[in-house]
């Protein structure tokens, strides 16, 4: 018999692990920031790929999934969630681009504007990419980890 937490073989009959104590036979309850997503959104995907899905290509697949989406407030969460926050990082890239090219032009020569902007702008987006790989996995597995300020007004979103 196997550990369904740690994956430890165990002897038959065991009540508990002998690696990590947790026990056998009896079903774990889920941890703090998982969701039980239902088994199907109104797409026809399972919810965690349908949830997956409102990230890949950012804010403009989460808008997708609050158009499409129905019934499933685990998905409408992952849509709200993946607007706010990679909406908002589009913005923030676009005004940074804006002042290194202002920075950039020939009649206001501010280098230090531009390298302030270049180096913010890197920052910016590999939080980004963190963000996006990280929100993709969490929603894969069933979770509805909140991105802090974007994740409580998402969810309030896609309880309405």
Known sequence: M?????GAE????????????????????????TAKPEAE?????????????CYVAGWITGII??????????????AWQSIVV???LTVIQIILSMIGAVA?????????LWWFAH??????????????IALMLL??????WKVPLAGDWAEKQANK
């Open 104 to 112: 950039l032009a020939p009649l206001l020569p501010i280098i230090g």
């Open 86 to 88: 990679f909406g908002a």
């Open 65 to 78: 999934f609050v158009v499409l989406e129905k019934k499933s407030t685990f998905v409408k969460f992952h």
């Open 119 to 132: 180096v913010l702008g890197i920052i910016v987006w590999v939080i980004t990419v963190g963000l996006w």
């Open 10 to 33: 165990n002897p038959e009959g065991a009540k508990f692990c002998s690696k990590c104590g947790a026990g056998l036979g009896v079903a774990t309850t889920p941890t703090e920031g």
């Open 2 to 6: 196997f550990c369904s937490k740690c």
């Open 41 to 53: 959104s109104s797409t026809g995907l399972t919810a965690n790929v349908a949830g997956l899905l």
């Open 139 to 144: 929603a894969y597995q069933g979770k509805m």
